[in-house]
């Protein structure tokens, strides 16, 4: 571990600044703590009006310490930290956990003091973790950082899995709720404001540390998206799975958004890219933050990547094993029907099964049988997992089903989990000890499975990916029209309907009829929602008269509009209407979007989203994953459309997270008609920062 991680996660010298004497307040929690779970390491508590503190000897201040120490944890009133940093310097801290809050959680003014102190400690050579950080523990060694009261527990669970929060409470609730089930953790870690050390950094130094296998995230939001991707990467190359639980999935879109793109495919769409190319496996419910570990400790070291798995679903309990299908469809996890050779060869062995989505074996098997139907079903081809639903035996009688869990040899190449439907406090325990992920609700199962399932190897197809110069007579900054994004989808590569701009009284264009007729204006970004389009126009007199009537209605329904002009445009012939939109999210920066095109978008949501820039191959599986796409990949016999087109303009779209000296913060081709010898982009709309 680098000195660093080693400050940070295992310290050898711990100064306690506002330690307290009196017992009972939470400045004491510290020491009591530590001193309760076995650490062995030297603290120093920093009290300058007591002389010891809970039976240890007290110092007046960090100048006064008999030797250095590596990190110190600050308890006193935020107004004076700043003056601590350089004596926290001076006695040699490389890192500083600081649980005073009144930073940049509180207001303005805070958010400049918090800048003003993260300065001053880059300026002494320190790293800060919060301000506003409940603290962080050491499980293995006892160093407990924290005021948290879930440390008051008699002994410490320990464990192979590692978390980092950017809440508190929400911290001490996880180890609580994951103690409760025999759960332990190795390093716990609260990150608070997160004004200098961030999660990304955290994770790094877990990657490295020896006790740690798997890594836990609770999230609010993402910060310093680049440290945290490249710490991601790291973990996956070491084979230390990543778990996120993060808030905000009912976050509305971007309000700044001015295309479909953001409505259909928001900042939350674009952080569950995000985590899908690092291989970090988001969940959905906090219980299976923690009982996913030895799913993943067993089976997690290689990515699945499967889009719709098959699960072996055996049990002892109809109603049980009807929760936990119900929950994987949800999911979109098949609940897989043996096949009739496999139905044979069960026979074969003395156990009759029926060819059906559950094989329930209620009051019809042995224990030696069931634990061979586990094992034939581990070996068998036409399922990705087996999961066994216990019923009232796991309570009473662990022998019949549980202990054949245990027993069964259990490849490494396909997982097997458990599903207990009575509350079985010792056969969750029996299982957990044997390795074997069991769940107490089948919620949370069915979501350890998807996620894990599903886990892709991290994406690194960007560099394939040609970088793109902005063209020269464009603007910078802004909105721009029509006709200027359709410049910038040219200059891509990116094919387009023959066009021209006309002023408000020129009528020639020399495109042949039929055509569309539009209104060209930067501030009118969806043009049919004020009579801004014409299809089908067929001659010189419907033209006329079609700018007169879109002239009157956009002015009057828009009246403070700058209209540049109206274009005139080929109508292209088409097999499928789709969307292809580029978006930067705030927290995680450039994504590409594929989704159902047209005026109905946003009613369709059938999308799929990448981080951006993509190449060839992912753009053909995100084609994949738009299940409207079906209609020209051969559905029913319908026309093939061109996918490699659109492929490559899905490519070709995403070069805008490229760009250096602009910043396109969405651009939006809507709709992409697709033919079977091409993909068109009909309409582009662009907005820079």
Request: glycine share 8%; aromatic share 4%; hydrophobic share 45%.
């Amino acid at each position: 571990m680098s000195t660093f991680s080693q400050a940070l996660l295992a310290p050898s010298a711990i100064a306690l600044v506002g330690a307290s004497g009196d017992a009972g307040k939470n400045t004491a929690r510290p020491l009591r703590f530590m001193r309760k779970h076995g650490y062995t390491g030297r603290i120093y508590p920093i009290n300058p009006s007591r002389d010891e503190v809970l039976g240890e000897r007290a110092y007046p201040d960090l100048c006064s310490l008999p030797e250095p120490v590596d990190h110190v944890f600050i308890m006193v009133p935020g107004k004076h930290v700043p003056a601590l940093l350089p004596d926290c310097a001076k006695a040699g801290a490389k890192v500083v956990t600081i649980y005073s809050d009144g930073f940049g959680e509180k207001d303005e003014e805070g958010r400049k003091r918090q800048e003003a102190m993260v300065q001053q400690a880059q300026e002494l050579g320190l790293r800060l973790l919060g301000p506003n950080s409940i603290g962080l523990a050491n499980a293995h060694s006892g160093a407990v950082l924290s005021v948290n009261a879930v440390f008051e527990a008699e002994t410490l669970v320990k464990g192979t899995a590692s978390m980092v929060s950017q809440s508190g409470s929400m911290m001490g609730s996880l180890l609580s709720r994951a103690a409760a089930r025999g759960f332990g953790f190795a390093k716990s870690v609260s990150v608070g404001n997160e004004s200098d050390i961030s999660v990304g950094e955290v994770v790094d130094a877990l990657v490295d540390d020896p006790e740690t296998e798997v890594i836990l995230l609770f999230l609010e939001t993402i910060r310093s998206a680049d440290k945290l991707s490249a710490a991601l990467k790291r973990a996956y190359a070491a084979g230390k799975p990543v778990v996120a639980y993060k808030l905000g999935r009912s976050a509305q879109a971007d309000e700044l958004s001015q295309s479909h793109t953001g409505a259909i495919a928001g900042s939350d769409s674009a952080i569950d890219a995000f985590f899908a190319a690092h291989s970090v496996i988001r969940v959905l419910m906090l219980e299976t933050l923690f009982e996913i570990i030895p799913l993943l400790q067993r089976y997690g070291q290689t990515a699945q990547a499967l889009r719709t798995p098959r699960v072996a679903v055996i049990t002892t309990t109809g109603g049980g094993a009807a929760t936990v299908v119900d929950n994987l469809g949800v999911h979109g996890l098949e609940a897989a029907t043996p096949p009739p050779e496999f139905v044979e060869h069960m026979a074969g062995r003395g156990l009759k099964i029926k060819p059906a989505p559950v094989i329930d074996l209620t009051l019809a098997a042995t224990s030696a049988q069931y634990k061979d139907l586990l094992e034939q079903l581990l070996l068998a081809p036409w399922c990705d997992a087996v999961l066994s639903v216990v019923g009232s035996s796991a309570q009473f009688h662990p022998q019949l089903a549980v202990k054949p869990l245990v027993d069964s040899h259990k490849p490494a190449d396909k997982p097997l989990v458990a599903f207990l439907a009575p509350e079985a406090v010792e056969s969750l325990a029996l299982l957990q000890q044997a390795g074997v992920a069991a769940f107490r609700t089948p919620e949370a199962c069915a979501d350890a499975l998807s996620g894990f399932l599903r886990r892709r190897a991290p994406e690194g197809g960007s560099t394939a990916v040609q970088p793109f110069d902005w063209p020269q007579d464009l603007p910078r900054s802004g909105m721009l029209s029509e006709y200027e994004a359709g410049k910038v989808l040219s200059a891509l590569g990116i094919s387009r309907p023959p066009t021209v701009l006309l002023g408000r009284d020129e009528r020639k264009h020399g495109i042949d009829y039929p055509v569309v007729l539009k209104i060209c204006s930067a501030d009118i970004p969806h043009k049919t929602e004020v009579g801004g389009v014409k299809v089908g126009i067929r001659n010189d007199a419907e033209l006329d008269h079609a700018i007169t009537n879109m002239l009157a209605s956009v002015e009057a329904k828009c009246p403070e509009a700058r209209i540049d002009g109206l274009l005139v445009q080929g109508m292209a012939s088409h097999l499928l209407e789709l969307i292809v939109g580029f978006r930067r999210d705030p927290a995680v920066g450039p994504s590409i979007m594929l989704g159902a095109g047209g005026i109905t978008a946003e009613l369709m949501k059938d999308f799929s989203v990448r981080v951006a820039p993509v190449d060839e191959a992912t753009a053909r599986e995100m084609i994949e994953e738009v299940a409207m796409t079906q209609l020209i990949r051969g559905y029913r016999g319908l026309p093939k459309g061109d996918c490699d087109a659109l492929a490559q303009l899905i490519v070709n779209l995403s070069r805008l997270a490229l760009v250096e000296g602009v910043t396109v913060e969405e651009a939006e081709i809507n709709p992409v008609f697709v033919s079977g010898d091409g993909a068109v982009a009909v309409d582009g709309l662009i907005r820079l920062a």
